[in-house]
């Protein structure tokens, strides 16, 4: 039973992996760039889910919509201010920018959140009354007696990663903007000449991103609720990992590398060591980019001529 | 004829690098204008220019009316101009029938299967192959994507660069064929071509390009039997 436990569990982590790494993947698909500020936008994502439900009492689905906008905002936000000036510029320079956007928003939220952390509530838990009378919060479902225990937020987490992976499969393959959005990854000019914009195309994918960077966000808070300005770092560098691991640039490829690291992670913690997990999960990406440079699910990347 | 491409004195640089000087022809309605020259004469670069991936520092460029030199490139569609690129740049990784709707990316989407059922009939090839990745056609099918892709738009200026690159004979004259076919049925052409024979051949007029500058024009006949031409592209 304790596989099966550690499976779902590294599933549900992978899961919320698979929806970050995806904001990765799209924009460097279609931008070219690493948007290390990308962890950062979770961050801020839970910190106005937080607000939105603990302090202002608003319902949980309407602080995760609250929070999904500011992060869309705040996504395209960061991409015209910082990155549109830097399209043309070495790829170096863009790269030490996202560093520089990601150390701006943990600071910022540090001035306007202090470091003290807050403690995200957890939105699946039901107040259940016992046949005895007594109250106690049920956040899961028992199977075989007790011996596996599922958590709701798993469950959700499970869930929505699978509607979000099927809906931007749905997207990109069958809407205009979507398929515009495959070709601007393929030929910039060539899309241009189409009467593509790639600039709005890039100000979607940012969009995209973020918004499903604030899902990500609740998600990972309602899995692991202590709540500081740092907070999107970890699963930030995660979610990299993973979007390389599966191919960066493939959104199957988010799906599965995340999800592999996620299990990955959770079994290293399960069978071998807590302290070591880390250690393992960056030792397999390692392995994996010997053996086949491009990820799991990634193409080669042909050069022009 | 009414006058629908006018480019007039324009100067490109890439960098330091003087690739366009001073540079003037026009196209007029119905017309197919060739603009031959060796490799690296500028003639990709000056259809880079007038469709608005690169700009001129001077001179002015104007289509069908309009003063198009600072139009950014993806709005110059909706003008009506529209460009083959050299190698033909198809997006490989879509199927046929997507990459022929980038092509209609600006139409509103009650037109697209108009168009696709009048580029298919241009070009039956594409039909059998819609649903196909268009990284697994052959070199002639690709051109003809990327020609079918341009003619999405409904064009009044289609812009072909290199048709007949990496080619084989056969297969350059299918396309010149199609092109010979495209102008019968109205469609105003400029193109770009190394093969300069061939080139010459369907062109009402041409203009050779060394260097950055335009040293002869003419009509494809009176070019074709040039003797300047003759020796420099046509192998004596």
Redesign the interface.
């Known amino acids: 039973m304790s596989f099966l436990n550690s499976l779902i569990s590294g599933i549900s982590l992978g899961s919320i992996y698979a929806i970050i790494a995806l904001g990765y993947t799209m924009v460097y698909g279609i931008a070219k760039m690493l948007n290390f500020a990308h962890g950062d936008v979770i961050m801020v994502g839970a910190y106005i889910c937080f607000f939105a439900t603990s302090r202002f009492g608003l319902p949980p689905l309407l602080g995760v919509l609250l929070a999904v906008i500011v992060c869309t905002v705040l996504g395209m936000t960061i991409e015209k201010l910082a990155y549109a000036p830097l399209r043309s510029a070495p790829s170096l320079a863009v790269l030490i920018t996202a560093i520089g956007v990601s150390y701006f928003l943990q600071n910022a939220a540090l001035l306007l959140w202090t470091p003290n952390p807050k403690v995200f509530p957890n939105f699946f838990a039901r107040t259940v009354l016992t046949p005895e009378g007594a109250v106690f919060e049920k956040t899961g479902v028992e199977l075989f007696g007790g011996a596996l225990r599922i958590s709701y937020v798993t469950l959700v987490t499970i869930l929505v990663n699978v509607v979000i992976m099927i809906a931007l499969t749905a997207f990109t393959g069958n809407t205009?903007m979507g398929?515009?959005m495959?070709?601007c990854s393929?030929?910039k000019?060539?899309?241009?000449?189409?009467?593509?914009?790639?600039n709005t195309t890039i100000s979607v994918t940012f969009a995209i991103g973020s918004g499903l960077a604030a899902i990500a966000g609740v998600l990972f808070m309602s899995a692991y609720p202590n709540l500081v300005p740092t907070t999107g770092s970890m699963p930030g560098i995660k979610a990299f990992t993973a979007a390389v691991f599966g191919g960066i640039g493939s959104i199957p490829g988010a799906f599965l590398g995340g999800l592999l690291l996620g299990v990955i992670e959770i079994f290293a913690k399960t069978y071998i060591s807590t302290q070591l997990s880390d250690a393992i999960v960056f030792a397999v990406l390692i392995i994996v980019l010997l053996v086949k440079p491009t990820g799991l699910l990634g193409?080669q990347i042909r050069e022009?001529? | 004829m009414a006058e629908l491409l006018n480019v007039n004195d324009i100067n490109v640089y890439y960098g330091a690098i003087h690739a366009i000087k001073g540079v003037s022809f026009h196209v007029d309605e119905g017309e197919i204008v060739t603009l031959i020259g060796a490799n690296g004469a500028g003639k990709s670069t000056t259809l880079h220019t007038i469709?608005?991936?690169l700009r001129s520092k001077t001179g002015s460029i104007t289509f069908d009316g309009k003063n198009i030199g600072n139009v950014?490139?993806?709005?110059?569609?909706?003008h009506g101009l529209?460009?083959v690129?050299e190698?033909r740049?198809?997006?490989?990784?879509?199927t046929v029938e997507?990459n022929l709707?980038?092509?209609a990316?600006?139409q509103p989407?009650a037109n697209t299967a108009a168009s696709l059922e009048r580029v298919y009939e241009q070009f039956p090839r594409l039909k059998e192959r819609q649903r196909q990745i268009a990284g697994t056609l052959s070199g002639g099918e690709q051109q003809m994507l990327a020609m079918g892709?341009?003619l999405m738009?409904k064009p009044k200026l289609l812009m072909l660069d290199e048709p007949s690159m990496g080619l084989a004979p056969i297969l350059v004259e299918q396309i010149f064929d199609i092109i010979q076919k495209l102008h019968k049925a109205g469609t105003t052409i400029l193109l770009v071509e190394q093969n300069a024979q061939m080139a010459l051949s369907v062109a009402d007029r041409a203009y050779v390009l060394e260097t950055g500058k335009i040293t002869l024009s003419g009509t494809g006949d009176e070019l074709i039997h040039s003797d300047e031409v003759r020796k420099a592209y046509l192998g004596g």
């Open positions: 205009k398929k515009a495959r070709a393929e030929d000019d060539a899309a241009r000449l189409m009467g593509i914009s790639v193409r022009k001529v | 469709s608005g991936l950014q490139a993806h709005k110059l569609v909706e529209a460009q690129p190698g740049r198809i997006f490989l990784q879509m997507e709707e980038m092509g990316y600006t989407n892709r341009a738009s």
